[in-house]
Every structure is written in C-alpha cells, then in structure tokens.
C-alpha cells in the first residue's frame, strides 16, 4: 500500500476524532448535570376543615369544627423531582352536633394529631422559580375527644394527597403554599365502645408556612 496514502488516512483519522472529542466537550458543557436540591424543613400554619364524623337521622351529623392547624414537615430528595418527605401536625377543633336549618351545637373538645410520610413530585424548574408539587402519602390520625370532663382516646390510618407550590424567597429560604387532604375514617368503637363503622371523611388542610433548606 502506498505510503503516502497511510499516512493520510491517518491525519484524516485524528482529525475526525478530535473533531469529535471537541464537539462532545461543547455539548457536556451545554448540558449541566442533575443537580439535587438540599434537604429541607417546613414549618407551617393555617386553617383545616373537617369531614362528619357520623351521619345521624333526619339531616343530623357528628363532626369537629373548622379550626387553626400547626405542622412541620421534612423534605428528604432523592433526585432533581423526587423527594421523601414526613410530616406532623396538630390542630384542636370543638366537637359539634350538627342540625338542619339552626347549624349545629358546640358541646365537647376533640385534640387531633396527624403523622405520616411520602413520595412529592416536583415540577422540573431552572433557577429561583416557582416550583409546584404535588405530593401523596399515608398515615394516621389520633383523636383525644374529651365531652363533659370524660376523655376517649382513638386513631385510625388516613391517605393523604396534595397540591402545593414552593416560592423562592431569598437563599436557602421560601414561601410554601399549600393544601392537602387528609381521607379516613374515625374509629367509633374505640372512642365510644359502639360497634359502628363510621363513614369516610375528606379532612381539608390549607396552609402557607417557610421552606427552609440546608
């Protein structure tokens, strides 16, 4: 084979490569990799409304009354939009005694604890952007209803969804907005006794509170 055509062959050889080498070096440049935001704490307050505890007759219904809740919630990510994240709260609503047309009467007082943890879902956001999630979960709730100076205690597993947005503040610090549902049922026969399965309630929790990342 001719020498000369060897040797051209080779320049050509190296030149394409380099060629290559560079244009794959402009691209990884153009093409940052994934960054993974730094864990978080959220504390947080705001306004919860409860689902009937019990449908009595003729439109009557057992249930506690909207009130303030306080919470904390931790954010562990696993990814740029994937995060575990674990959560308690704590409101104190009055227990009610529903009635058509006149409302309802306030007639004991009901603590409840909310515990869980779960998946959220972030949007994928570049820079200081709103970031909105949505996150889903389980748990439970634990429920100390105390009516004329006698106190009952009962909890049941709940299943939790929500809808949220993180707003960037300054760094490290922003603004979380959000509103999550917490589904179960109250556990009658432990608080009363009474052999009777009370019906499913949607537990509607809307909050703004701080995200604190470090």
Same mark, same amino acid.
């Given at each position: 084979?001719?020498?000369?055509? /060897?040797?051209?062959?080779?320049?050509?050889?190296?030149?394409?490569?380099?060629?290559?080498?560079?244009? !794959?070096?402009?691209? &990884?440049?153009?093409?940052?990799?994934?960054?993974?935001?730094?864990?978080?704490?959220?504390?947080?307050?705001? $306004?919860?409304?409860?689902?009937?505890?019990?449908?009595?007759?003729?439109?009557?219904?057992?249930?506690?009354? &909207?009130?303030? /809740?306080?919470?904390? !919630? #931790?954010?562990?990510?696993?990814?740029?939009?994937? +995060?575990?994240? #674990?959560?308690?709260?704590? +409101? =104190?609503?009055?227990?009610?005694?529903?009635?058509?047309?006149?409302?309802?009467?306030?007639?004991?007082? +009901?603590?409840?604890?909310?515990?869980?943890? #779960?998946? !959220?879902? %972030?949007?994928?956001?570049?820079?200081?952007?709103? %970031?909105?999630?949505? =996150?889903?979960?389980?748990?439970?709730? %634990?429920?100390? @209803?105390?009516?004329?100076? @006698?106190?009952?205690?009962?909890?049941?597993?709940?299943?939790?969804?929500?809808?949220?947005?993180?707003?960037?503040?300054? =760094?490290?610090?922003?603004?979380?907005?959000?509103?999550?549902?917490?589904?179960?049922?109250f556990d009658v026969k432990e608080a009363a006794g009474?052999? $009777?399965?009370?019906?499913?309630?949607?537990?509607?929790?809307? %909050?703004?509170?701080?995200?604190? =990342?470090?």
């Open positions: 084979m001719n020498r000369k055509l /060897v040797v051209a062959g080779l320049f050509a050889a190296f030149a394409v490569s380099a060629g290559t080498a560079d244009a !794959q070096r402009r691209t &990884s440049r153009r093409l940052p990799a994934e960054t993974v935001p730094a864990p978080s704490i959220s504390p947080y307050a705001g $306004y919860m409304m409860f689902g009937d505890i019990v449908d009595g007759p003729l439109g009557t219904s057992l249930t506690s009354s &909207s009130g303030s /809740v306080f919470g904390v !919630q #931790g954010n562990l990510p696993l990814g740029s939009t994937l +995060s575990v994240v #674990g959560n308690v709260a704590y +409101s =104190q609503p009055d227990l009610r005694f529903g009635l058509p047309v006149i409302g309802g009467i306030n007639f004991g007082k +009901s603590e409840i604890w909310m515990y869980d943890a #779960g998946f !959220q879902f %972030s949007a994928p956001t570049t820079g200081r952007s709103i %970031s909105p999630f949505v =996150q889903v979960g389980a748990g439970g709730m %634990s429920y100390n @209803v105390t009516v004329a100076g @006698v106190s009952t205690k009962a909890t049941n597993m709940a299943l939790n969804a929500g809808l949220g947005a993180d707003v960037p503040i300054a =760094q490290n610090i922003g603004l979380r907005l959000f509103a999550k549902d917490y589904i179960g049922k009474i052999d $009777y399965d009370a019906k499913t309630t949607h537990n509607l929790a809307l %909050s703004a509170g701080l995200k604190l =990342q470090f």
